[in-house]
């Protein structure tokens, strides 16, 4: 269905709301073995599935509170309720997991997953196509591989406006759509990681985002 200015945040993107369902699918019953299996041998296998996950988990309210925090809330996170405890764990600078001597049980770690959702569900919910695209923040510290290859997934919402590639800005818009690239991206990894341990994939994953840009290494265990 064609979207308007006035299309609903959550319409514009429905799938935020089955990412729960797909990762938490992919890790059931997994031992704490295999969740915890990484190689050297291929880049994407460094981080474990447990790690895999506890990144999703963290990186979604590091967006939404840590780079957006001031724009989207400036009377602060009462308004959150439950979810302003997101921001315990929000610190000033890009982590890459979660602590791991507080969120090491698989399924602490998915519930963290689900608050982070439920606060993505929670930032669309107040906005529109509209909104979502004239929302608009700095960010003076992007790693180089957006430059190199992660913008060729943003058909808008990314720009940069000199020649400084660590200098660009992007949109409440394009932040979701990295958002959800990034779990899917990352759901592909917990995917190969268990095939690297002859264990079957569960979950069909839409072929989006940056794992099926032409410069991804979609590589798999020999």
């Not at 001031?70 to 602060?76: A, D, M, N, S, V």
């Not at 608050?115 to 919910?125: D, E, F, I, K, R």
Request: proline residues 6%.
């Amino acid at each position: 269905m064609p979207q308007s200015g006035n299309t609903p945040g959550l319409q514009v993107f429905p799938q935020i709301a089955g990412l729960y369902s797909m990762v938490s699918a992919e890790v059931a019953d997994l031992t704490d073995q295999q969740l915890d299996w990484d190689s050297t041998n291929w880049e994407w296998a460094k981080w474990s599935i447990r790690r895999q996950v506890s990144h999703m988990a963290a990186f979604i309210p590091g967006w939404l509170l840590r780079r957006w925090g001031e724009t989207l809330f400036p009377q602060g996170y009462d308004e959150l309720g439950e979810l302003a405890k997101l921001a315990e764990t929000v610190s000033t600078r890009e982590i890459r997991w979660l602590d791991e001597n507080q969120y090491n049980n698989i399924c602490a770690i998915l519930q963290r997953f689900d608050m982070g959702l439920s606060l993505a569900q929670y930032v669309l919910s107040k906005e529109t196509l509209t909104s979502l695209r004239n929302k608009e923040v700095p960010r003076p510290d992007t790693p180089p591989h957006w430059k190199s290859l992660f913008y060729k997934a943003h058909p808008t919402g990314v720009r940069w406006p000199g020649e400084e590639p660590e200098f660009s800005y992007i949109t409440l818009e394009a932040t979701f759509r990295h958002l959800y690239y990034e779990v899917i991206t990352h759901l592909f990894n917990v995917q190969r990681l268990k095939r690297a341990q002859r264990l079957n994939a569960v979950v069909d994953i839409p072929y989006v985002g940056y794992w099926a840009l032409d410069d991804w290494d979609r590589s798999e265990a020999a």
